[in-house]
């Protein structure tokens, strides 16, 4: 299962020589995210994004690779085919804001399109499929596992109201770098949070750069 592959990426890259460089990258994780407490109702979904964002996206210190393509490169001729396969597949997974798209015809799961390279990717994961709606706006990872993609266990689930700002950030993005998507990424993740602790503000006051929450 998918799930044994990336607890064996959390306990090389969280432990030992390692476990510094969490904690580093968990303070810049709320610096641009926006800080989170037990007590917010998302806790476990930011915890879950930022292991992703850890694993599979921030490249470490003098490697310029992430966690999870340093272990390829320096496990991969010890792997056995099949977790090499495995591996292999997890150095291609997206981190991105999605939208749910529809359903799949004659199939489980759905087609979903990232909104900042515009291509879509049919999800086949049942265990989830109730918890979305056609149009839905979120944050997710993406993770590739035998040929399917499936979802990791963090999403961030923006308000179907601020769809057509949304839409409008990433357009001013999408042709510039990685970077500059995570970006925008992370200042949505932010304004999310604010929303959640100020619901007695409009969210269009919210949802805005200069915004005074």
């Known amino acids: 299962m998918l799930q044994t592959y ?4 959390v306990e090389a890259f969280t432990t030992g020589e390692y476990y510094r460089e969490v904690y580093n990258a968990k303070q810049e994780f709320f610096e641009k995210s926006g800080i989170v407490y037990e007590e ?10 930022f292991m992703d964002w850890y ?22 001729d010890s792997l056995d085919t099949e977790s090499q396969k495995v591996f292999k597949e997890l150095t291609e997974g997206v981190h991105s804001i999605f939208q749910m798209k529809r359903g799949r ?3 489980k799961g759905f087609v979903i399109v990232d909104l900042f390279s515009g291509k879509q990717y049919p999800v086949n994961d049942p265990k989830i499929n109730q918890a979305f709606s056609r149009g839905d706006i979120f ?5 590739k596992y035998k040929g399917e993609f499936e979802f990791s266990k963090g999403f961030c689930f923006h308000p179907m109201e601020m769809r057509g700002f949304i839409l409008g950030e990433i357009k ?16 949505l993740s932010n304004m ?16 805005r750069f200069d915004s005074k929450f």
């Open 6 to 9: 990336y607890d064996r990426l």
């Open 40 to 49: 917010d109702p998302e806790y476990e979904q930011r915890m879950c994004i």
């Open 55 to 76: 694993l599979f996206d921030r490249d470490l210190p003098g490697f310029d690779l992430p966690p999870i393509k340093l272990f390829y490169r320096n496990n991969k």
């Open 105 to 107: 015809f004659f199939k």
């Open 139 to 143: 944050e997710a990872s993406l993770l």
């Open 172 to 187: 001013k993005v999408r042709y510039q770098d990685k970077g500059k998507h995570t970006k925008l990424i992370f200042q």
């Open 192 to 207: 999310k949070l604010k929303h959640q602790r100020y619901q007695h503000i409009e969210v269009k006051h919210v949802y």
